[in-house]
């Protein structure tokens, strides 16, 4: 077993093909194919459909630890790097979508005078596919919501954020300063989808407040949730950063629409993932002390996000 035949092996996977993997690797089909075969022939079992090109069950075992393993080499790199004064490497920083659009930005521009030569790779996906990715190997850390049920993976938190409700001014609620969640009991609310982190956060507050919140519509996606609140359709729970990335180009909330405090409801989790097993190398240490270095200052300009307790 070599290095070559595990490149090979997640380039199939990435590309979906022999021919692809080949490109990507700047190599021959014939190369790819002879690193495939010797490696199925070292370890007794096929790795790869022919017929699809899409990895078998033992394939995609086999490519977690592949991932792995360069991630490794890669963190060697940029360890010996370290030691020379200069930190050098790409990272992959896996977040999510609410989260990423404003932290971001600020990780860029401070990466950019403290590391020039660090390379953010970043992925935007829900928290569970992060987690997924993160314990396969497929990156180097991610912010996700917490609490993540993923065994592999070590956590500690960020900060929090305000779960608002966003409502019409025509809406008979829309008079109160502040609601509890009682308040909102029969309201016909369009809701995050069923087994959701954040759906169940809202139901077991509501089971706590000893009522139960009337779902007219259950959307999977903050930002179709808002759009859709923000069309007409009701009222809508969301947290607060949520409405930072407004649809159609809005840098406001539309004239007609505003935001209520809710009692009753908790505070919505946001923390930083890393797998339990390996070192992270020193360019993914460099980008986790400079998010948690600019978090903090951002925290402090607004009231709706809070330091988490660490």
Known sequence: MDLRQLAALVAIADSGSFSGAAASLHTVQSNISGHIKRLERELGVVLVDRQTGRLTEEGAAVEARARAVQAELEAIVADVAALRAEVVGSVRLGMIATTARWLVPLLLD????????????????????????LAAGGLDCAVVNLPLSTPELKLRPLFDEDIVLLISKDHPLAVADELHIKDLEGVELILPAPRTGFRQELDEAAHQAGMTLYSKA???????????????????????????????????????????SVDGLPLRHVGMALRKRGKPSASTQAVIAVLESVVPQYLATHTHLHEAAR
Do not use: Q
Not at 114 to 125: G, K, M, N, S
Not at 240 to 255: K, M, N, Q, V, Y
């Open 110 to 133: 401070k990466l950019a005078s403290a590391h020039p030569a660090v390379r953010l790779v970043t992925t935007e996906a829900t928290s569970s596919a992060l987690g997924v990715l």
């Open 218 to 260: 259950d959307i999977d996606g903050l930002r179709l949730l808002a759009t859709l609140a923000l069309r007409g359709y009701g009222p809508a729970l969301l947290p607060a950063t949520t409405l930072w990335d407004l649809p159609e180009g809005l840098s406001d909330l539309p004239e007609g629409y505003c935001t209520i």
